[in-house]
Structure formats: structure tokens, C-alpha cells
């Protein structure tokens, strides 16, 4: 079947510091990979994705790539800010599946001044 | 644009009560999703329709929970009896079609069940 595993939480930095959580899967197919982010209080936002092999999503200063070798698609950010400070999660979907997201455990992300 | 809305924010019924949670999808999106968050786990896909039709339903209790969309529009989904461990966060979302979207999700009922 398909899976995602994500680094477990909480995760805590301090302002500016590097920040990498990690994310492999397993799928049965051609996967996209997404990252999503929940923000306290607020519903799921798409942070960004990927849907071959090699690509880079970017998206407010976060990266991840697409590495199909390493079955893998962790997500950086050079500097983190107090904003940053959410919940995210490692998803993907199979091409021609649907639509349906297969989700991780989510990694909590706590950055202090 | 108006996001995805969902009511009610929370909820509190004891075990063996029933329950509804109401969706409304962003205008003009035919796929909708219904998700089941559990504390510390990932979310998890419920049922999905595309328009007012069934498209997967492989992982909803048919026992106990049941949802529709009628007109392919708003979406409604019960649970009946409730469960202890139905106690979730269910979060519905919609794309504007099956396929490689973006899916958008609303802020999610907080369901405990005492």
C-alpha cells in the first residue's frame, strides 16, 4: 500500500536556525508529493508539491525535492521565523488515483525568539 | 474567493448519540473530501465524491458513519451510534475535479465523544 513516515516532534528552533524535517514514502504507483501546514487554530493550507522526479517545490522560503531514489522529500528552510511555528505534514497522492491524499503523522514545529 | 466551510466548529455527545457535520466546498469544485483526523495521526481519506457521486468510500465505517451530497453541492456526513474512539477532527475538503489538484480543506469539527 501506500505510506508516509515523517520525523516525529516536536520540533524546537530558535529564530533564523536551519530547519529539516524528514519525509519517506512508500507507494504502489507514481506518486506527487506535497507538504501541507496547519497553523493554530486554522484548516490545512498546501505549502508545496512536486509531481516528478527531481522537482523542487518552493513556496515562502520552504524547499523540498523529489528524490525517487531515496524514496524521499524532506522539507528545509534556511532561516525560520516565530511564524513558522505550526504543525506539517508530508503527503502524497498516485497519479490516476484520484485525488487522495495519503497523509504522515505530522511534525509540530516550535521556533522561539 | 470563499474557502471551504465547515459547522460545527466543535462538538461534545455522549457515546451511542448521533451526529452530523455540514460542508460547504468552494463554488464550482465537483470533487469533495471527507478526512478523519485523530489526535497525533495524519489525516485520513473518509469518502470522496465527485459531483454527487461515490468515487471511493473504502475506508468509511458503512456500520456507523454514512454521508451524502446532494445536488453535488453541499455535503453532509453521520455518524450513528457514535463510538469513543470516533472522537476526531473531520475535515472536508474539494478540488475543482479528480485528478492531480490542489485540494483545500476547511478548518475541520472537532468531534469529542464522552
Known amino acids: 500500500g501506500n505510506s508516509v513516515t515523517q520525523m516525529e516532534g516536536p520540533v524546537t528552533l530558535s529564530e533564523e536556525a536551519f530547519l529539516t524535517i524528514n519525509c519517506t514514502y512508500t507507494?504502489?504507483?507514481?506518486?506527487?508529493l506535497f507538504w501541507y501546514v496547519q497553523y493554530p487554530g486554522e484548516g490545512l493550507q498546501l505549502l508545496l508539491k512536486?509531481?516528478?522526479?527531481?522537482d523542487k517545490g518552493s513556496n515562502k522560503g520552504f524547499e523540498a525535492t523529489y528524490r525517487k531514489e531515496t524514496t524521499s522529500f524532506h522539507l528545509e528552510k534556511g532561516s525560520v521565523q516565530v511564524s513558522d511555528s505550526a504543525v506539517y505534514f508530508c503527503?502524497?497522492?498516485?497519479?490516476?488515483?484520484?485525488?487522495?491524499?495519503?497523509f504522515g503523522t505530522g511534525t509540530q514545529l516550535k521556533v522561539e525568539l | 474567493e470563499a474557502g471551504v466551510a465547515q459547522s460545527p466548529r466543535y462538538k461534545i455527545i455522549e457515546k451511542r448519540q448521533s451526529v452530523a457535520f455540514w460542508c460547504n466546498p468552494i463554488?464550482?469544485?465537483?470533487?469533495l473530501y471527507w478526512y478523519q483526523q485523530i489526535l497525533g495521526q495524519g489525516p485520513k481519506l473518509l469518502i470522496q465524491?465527485?459531483?454527487?457521486?461515490?468515487?471511493?468510500d473504502s475506508q468509511l465505517p458503512k456500520d456507523r458513519f454514512s454521508a451524502e451530497r446532494l445536488k453535488g453541492v453541499d455535503s453532509t456526513l453521520k455518524i450513528q451510534p457514535a463510538k469513543l474512539e470516533d472522537s476526531a477532527v473531520y475535515l472536508c475538503?474539494?478540488?475543482?475535479?479528480?485528478?492531480?489538484?490542489?485540494?483545500?480543506f476547511g478548518q475541520g469539527t472537532r468531534l469529542t465523544v464522552v
Open positions: 503527503a502524497l497522492s498516485i497519479t490516476g488515483g484520484g485525488n487522495k491524499l495519503t
Open positions: 465524491f465527485q459531483n454527487n457521486g461515490v468515487v471511493d
Open positions: 463554488s464550482g469544485h465537483a470533487t
Open positions: 475538503a474539494s478540488s475543482l475535479r479528480t485528478g492531480n489538484t490542489e485540494a483545500f
Open positions: 507507494a504502489t504507483g507514481y506518486p506527487s
Open positions: 512536486a509531481t516528478k522526479a527531481d
